[in-house]
């Protein structure tokens, strides 16, 4: 047995003072802010909220361009910091940027179904903005399940799109790797609608467990073992403030999805319908860029390409990036890669 004071205890005791040393930082974080760029509110609809982002530079593009994120997260994620920003980079190229906040459904929501939030939210957000402008046609970007929000809009009101770009957005939803699509295959729909509505923490828990080891362990590990310094811990911080704020599901909107997408994939069989309208991949017929991550846990990259097999217009791009799901938001690679590849395609179609 060794005796104290050998290599291993001033092993331990190096370690212990990293740990102490990263607590003290992660004290000195709780505070940060996330969300940097001055935005107005412009219009509403129930819960749901349309802003406009204050511009940086002289505009370069006339059309404004709106950004339909996913009603299971916070879209702060986009705007994090201003290094890490995809909407300060769109507003940096000049383009005028809308964003949807879906707000906190309460149990007055709890009957609103897909229908609305597609026709009367998302729809109402583009009608608002083509009245502003004449009827003029925008640009429209959907992130993740805003992604598919916007995938039907389009289908239905195809001449209400110039151009669509989907960032992280699933098609296909039975592919081999969709471990999510896998665990919810036998959800009851029925009874998660008569529950009511559901927290944010439950999905929370829900999408950890995709990784649990590196979600729930190896990342505080790592970030209590690295000495990192605060701006590093800061970072960390904002990340773990916008996972965790997840907003509540209404139970009908989230029943249906998991139904009509996880479920029965009817938008990649063609079988999807919303109100008595039959929604189909093949009457987009805008230009379309297809964002999508090669190392995705909760979209798989098959699940996004799939939409190249679907889509009716004659004007697509698709384009695989080397991050995550949510590095494709914040990571310092594709901060960089994601603008580079959206600015210059939509400026050609312009």
């Given at each position: ?96 940027v809308y964003l949807i906040d879906w707000g906190d459904p309460d149990d007055a929501d709890r009957h609103i179904g897909l229908e609305e939030y597609i026709e009367a939210h998302l729809g ?227």
């Amino acid at each position: 047995m060794k005796a104290p004071g050998t290599a291993d205890g001033a092993a331990f005791a190096e370690l212990t003072l990293q740990v102490s040393e990263a607590l003290a930082r992660l004290g000195a974080a709780r505070e940060v802010q996330v969300g940097c760029s001055l935005k107005e509110a412009v219009w509403s609809c129930g819960k749901t909220t349309l802003y406009r982002y204050a511009p940086l530079v002289a505009r370069s593009l006339s059309r404004p361009i709106l950004i339909c994120f996913a009603l299971v997260n916070r879209p702060y994620v986009l705007d994090l910091q201003p290094e890490r920003s995809l909407v300060r980079r769109l507003l940096e190229a000049g383009l005028d940027v809308y964003l949807i906040d879906w707000g906190d459904p309460d149990d007055a929501d709890r009957h609103i179904g897909l229908e609305e939030y597609i026709e009367a939210h998302l729809g109402g957000c583009i009608r608002h903005l083509r009245a502003q402008r004449g009827g003029e046609r925008l640009d429209l970007l959907g992130v993740c399940q805003g992604g598919v929000l916007s995938l039907c809009y389009a289908a239905l009101h195809p001449d209400a799109v110039a151009n669509l770009i989907t960032l992280t957005t699933p098609v296909d939803f039975h592919t081999p790797d969709n471990l999510l699509a896998k665990w919810v295959r036998g959800l009851d729909t029925a009874l998660l609608e008569r529950c009511g509505n559901v927290p944010g923490e439950l999905l929370n828990g829900l999408f950890l467990a995709l990784m649990p080891l590196r979600l729930t362990q190896q990342k505080y590990v790592r970030l209590l073992t690295s000495r990192p310094d605060q701006r590093t811990v800061e970072d960390f911080v904002r990340m773990e403030k916008w996972i965790f704020d997840s907003p509540p599901q209404n139970a009908a909107a989230l029943a249906q999805f998991v139904r009509w997408f996880y479920q029965e994939n009817r938008l990649a069989r063609d079988t999807l319908a919303i109100g008595n309208r039959r929604v189909s991949l093949q009457e987009i017929r805008a230009p379309l860029l297809n964002l999508y991550a090669l190392e995705d846990h909760i979209v798989p990259a098959s699940a996004s390409k799939a939409l190249g097999d679907y889509i009716g217009s004659r004007d697509y791009t698709g384009c695989a990036i080397a991050t995550g799901h949510i590095g494709m938001y914040v990571s310092r690679s594709a901060g960089a890669e994601v603008p580079g590849r959206i600015i210059p395609w939509l400026a050609q179609r312009s």
